[in-house]
């Protein structure tokens, strides 16, 4: 099966400008999330839809980033302005699993992409 | 919110040695525990993953171990090969979202 697709790979912006990530998750999967990967570190989620509702967005920064769901398939993430902490690599993943049903799946991650703020 | 711990952050090891990775985890309701690889560039694989109601899984060379009384799981590789390098994450979930750990860098010298 074909993975999750993410774009650009790469993007250098420099800092108060705006920028957008897409991401194709594995068909038929319901569940998308969006992380945050900052060098060094595990991880860290920022938005989770389930079909193209919203599940939980309790970490993600409102104030500069937000993320939708078209159609329950395709995914953006922008961040505007982005400031030099926000620096990292941006994965979009996506789960079999439903929240709601209380199912636990791992994920298939997309390649991500790397984010430097100037 | 439940709060991962894993080590050693960095591990070196020469081919055909074994590996192990432990991780603790804070909240006694997570239920499922997935381990992820990352090689460099790319996005986390998932490799093994162990729900609470089994004490350990076998994958080949690869095993989990969880001990649900001490809150703590083991990865454990054997007959480690070059291309086992990369950065391996516990994670700890439950009814919410699985919480990574901060990662631990496995190196193998042929």
């Known amino acids: 099966e074909a993975g999750v697709a993410q774009s650009p790979r790469y993007k250098i912006i420099e800092k108060r400008q705006s920028v957008a990530f897409w991401c194709n998750p594995i068909?038929?999967?319901?569940?998308l999330y969006w992380y945050q990967q900052i060098l060094g570190q595990g991880p860290k989620l920022l938005i989770q839809?389930?079909?193209?509702?919203?599940?939980?967005d309790s970490q993600l920064p409102k104030d500069r980033f937000s993320a939708e769901r078209l159609k329950g398939v395709d995914s953006t993430l922008k961040i505007q302005p982005a400031k030099l902490e926000d620096s990292a690599v941006y994965l979009c993943?996506?789960?079999?699993?439903?929240?709601?049903?209380?199912?636990?799946?791992?994920?298939?991650f997309g390649s991500g992409t790397r984010l430097t703020v100037v | 919110g439940e709060n991962v711990e894993q080590h050693p952050s960095t591990l070196s090891v020469q081919e055909g040695d074994s590996a192990v990775i432990k991780c603790t985890y804070s909240?006694?309701?997570?239920?499922?525990f997935p381990w992820y690889k990352q090689e460099l560039g790319k996005g986390p694989q998932l490799i093994i993953d162990?729900?609470?109601?089994?004490g350990e899984k076998k994958d080949q060379r690869i095993a989990v171990t969880l001990n649900k009384t001490a809150k703590h799981f083991s990865l454990h590789i054997t007959e480690t090969q070059p291309e086992d390098s990369a950065v391996y994450f516990c994670a700890a979930g439950g009814s919410y979202i699985p919480t990574f750990g901060r990662g631990t860098s496995l190196i193998v010298h042929p």
């Open positions: 162990i729900r609470s109601n089994v």
């Open positions: 068909s038929g999967h319901a569940t």
């Open positions: 993943a996506s789960s079999l699993g439903r929240r709601d049903r209380g199912q636990n799946y791992g994920y298939t």
């Open positions: 909240d006694s309701a997570s239920n499922y």
């Open positions: 839809f389930q079909n193209n509702g919203v599940v939980d």
